[in-house]
C-alpha cells in the first residue's frame, strides 16, 4: 500500500481517525441514551418530568449534537415527546414502543424487571405455539434440517454447562422458526425473543445447566416441525414455554 505521505492532500481525516473519532461519540452517546433510558423505563424520570438539551450536556459533558441525537432516538421510542415552547418531556409507560429490544433491555434491569419478564413471556406463550405449528406446514426443506441440527447443538451445550454458547444457538432456534412460520408478523418478534433469551442468561435467571426437561422439549419441537406434524410442532412448543412459565412464577409474585 502507497505510504500516506505520498498521497495528495486531503481535507478529510485519514478513515482510521475519522473511525476513532466516531466511536467516540458513538460512545459518548450510547451511555447517554442507556442512562436516561433505564431512569425513564425504572420511573425515576417520571411522565411529565422535563428534560433539556442544556441540562443533558452538563450532566454527561457532550456536545449538543450527542444530547439532541440521545432525544431523538428516545422520541422514536416513544419515551419523550419534544414540542416548541413545551421542551422535552417523559412520557406516559402507555405511549412507549414496549417491542423495541433497547426499551425491553432497560425495563428488564431495572425494577420492574420482574412484571416485565411476565409480559413477555406471556407474549411467547400466545405467539410461538402457533408459529411453531406454522413452521411444521411452511418451512423449507432446509429449515426443517437446520431446526434438528439446532436442536441436538442446544443439548450438547446445555449438558455441557456452556451457558453463553447455548444462548446464542438457543436465540438462532427460536428466530429460525419466527422465520420459517411464513408469517411476517412473527418473524418481526425475533429480536424481543432475542432479548428475552438473552436477558434470562445475563440477569442470572437461568440454571447455569438448563434443565433436562427444556432440552427434550426443544427437540421434540424440533422433530414435529421436521416432520411437517403441525399439532404435535405446537404442543410442543406450548409445552416448553409452560415450563419457562413455571419457573417465573416465584418472580412474578413480587412483580
Known amino acids: 500500500m502507497e505510504p500516506a505521505r505520498h ?24 451511555t447517554v441514551l442507556d442512562a436516561i ?14 428534560l433539556t438539551l442544556e441540562g443533558i ?13 440521545t432525544m431523538r432516538i428516545l422520541e422514536s421510542m416513544g419515551l419523550v415527546s419534544s414540542r416548541r ?11 412507549w414502543n414496549v417491542f423495541d429490544p433497547r426499551v425491553i433491555w432497560w ?36 429449515q426443517r434440517a437446520r431446526i434438528v441440527e439446532l436442536g441436538g447443538e442446544m443439548r450438547r451445550l446445555g449438558e455441557a454447562g456452556l451457558l453463553e454458547e447455548f444462548l446464542d444457538v438457543d436465540i ?8 420459517a412460520s411464513g408469517n411476517e408478523m412473527f418473524t418481526a418478534l425475533a429480536d424481543v425473543v432475542a432479548v428475552v433469551l438473552r436477558g434470562r442468561t445475563q440477569l442470572g435467571l437461568m440454571p447455569h445447566h438448563p434443565v433436562p426437561e427444556a ?23 406450548r409445552d416448553l414455554l409452560g415450563e419457562v412459565r413455571d419457573a417465573m412464577v416465584a418472580l412474578w409474585g413480587r412483580g
Open 57 to 69: 450536556q452538563g450532566r454527561f459533558g457532550v456536545s449538543r449534537t450527542v444530547a439532541r441525537e
Open 7 to 30: 498521497r495528495a492532500p486531503s481535507r478529510r481525516p485519514p478513515a482510521s481517525l475519522a473511525s476513532v473519532r466516531r466511536e467516540g461519540i458513538e460512545s459518548r452517546h450510547g
Open 215 to 237: 432440552l427434550e422439549a426443544h427437540e421434540g419441537v424440533a422433530a414435529a416441525v421436521a416432520a411437517g406434524r403441525e399439532r404435535d410442532a405446537e404442543d410442543a412448543m
Open 107 to 142: 425495563r428488564l434491569a431495572g425494577s420492574g424487571r420482574d412484571a416485565q419478564l411476565r409480559s413477555l413471556t406471556e407474549l411467547r406463550i400466545a405467539v410461538e405455539p402457533l408459529a411453531a405449528g406454522a413452521a411444521a406446514r411452511n418451512a423449507a426443506d432446509q
Open 172 to 179: 438462532a432456534f427460536h428466530t429460525l422458526l419466527l422465520e
Open 37 to 50: 433510558g433505564r431512569e425513564i423505563t425504572a420511573g425515576e424520570l417520571a411522565a411529565g418530568d422535563t
Open 85 to 95: 415552547r413545551i421542551g422535552i418531556t417523559v412520557r406516559e409507560v402507555t405511549a
